[in-house]
């Protein structure tokens, strides 16, 4: 038995919104450490929440990867979804 299907839209209560956020954001985070664990590469996950607040997640020195980021000409998968998806 699955987890019931939630809808993604904005959460309208703010104290709810929060706390969806602060979870979701320790989830994230938490899946980017065992990715980079798990297949030895470098994460760099940079979060703002509504209100601009930095939050941030790097397996190596976030500098190091931004950098190499900033340098990358190769061709590389993206994705981009849109707010309505």
Same mark, same amino acid.
């Given at each position: 038995m699955g987890?019931?299907? =939630? *809808? =993604? +839209? !904005?959460i309208m209560d703010e104290r709810? !919104? *929060?706390? $969806?956020? $602060?979870?979701?954001?320790?989830?994230?985070?938490?899946k980017a450490y065992e990715l980079s664990v798990l297949c030895d590469c470098e994460i760099a996950l940079i979060i703002f929440n509504s209100t601009n607040?930095?939050? *941030?997640? +790097?397996?190596t020195d976030m500098d190091k990867v931004l950098?190499?980021? $900033?340098?990358y000409n190769e061709p590389h998968e993206k994705q981009e979804l849109e707010a309505d998806s």
């Open positions: 987890r019931k299907k =939630i *809808q =993604i +839209a !904005r709810n !919104r *929060q706390v $969806t956020f $602060t979870k979701r954001k320790f989830g994230l985070m938490k607040k930095l939050f *941030q997640y +790097a397996s950098l190499k980021y $900033t340098e």
